[in-house]
């Protein structure tokens, strides 16, 4: 009984430690993608880019790889989830109002957008004149090669004193 007692005492000590590991990996997740998102935060002047600029304990766990009900189990309730609460309130004070932020968003993506469509629509314009212009000197190119290999046909019918016969091509059956 005594050895039976140690092995279930080391195995109940490698689960513990693998356990708290695993706690330990998903607040230093969680810290991370918070830093992450603090950055995001600053670059777009107090707006959060993605989730329309919704910034949740939800988001932050999506965007940290865990699932939001990682937060209610014991060994987070306490500690993890007190502390992102915590940073999000703060965090609050940085990001501007909810309608306030579609609407700006709204406004930025409508700007980018119609300038995306002129950009595409110039694009396509000049696309347009190119290929009337390619095909214009496509028409004179091949009109001129038969032009000059007829002439090259009388050349060499010239050369040859008639002794050259003109013959027409043979296609390849193989």
Do not use: F
Request: charged fraction near 30%; aromatic fraction near 4%; charge should be positive.
């Amino acid at each position: 009984m005594g050895k039976s007692t140690q092995a279930m005492t080391r195995v109940n000590a490698s689960l513990i430690a693998h356990a708290k590991s695993r706690s330990d990996d998903v607040v230093v997740r969680i810290r991370k993608a918070m830093s992450i998102i603090q950055v995001e935060i600053e670059e777009n002047d107090g707006i959060y880019p993605l989730n329309s600029g919704r910034l949740t304990m939800a988001e932050v766990c999506r965007r940290a790889g865990v699932h939001k009900i990682t937060l209610q189990g014991h060994a987070h309730r306490s500690s993890t989830k007190i502390m992102l609460k915590d940073w999000l309130s703060g965090l609050d004070k940085l990001l501007k109002g909810g309608k306030a932020i579609r609407q700006r968003v709204n406004i930025a993506v409508d700007d980018w957008k119609s300038r995306y469509e002129d950009l595409a629509r110039s694009y396509n314009e000049m696309y347009a004149i190119e290929i009337v212009s390619r095909d214009s000197k496509l028409s004179l190119a091949l009109a001129k090669v038969s032009e000059l290999e007829g002439e090259v046909l009388k050349l060499r019918a010239q050369l040859s004193n008639d002794n050259v016969v003109v013959m027409s091509k043979r296609s390849d059956k193989g």
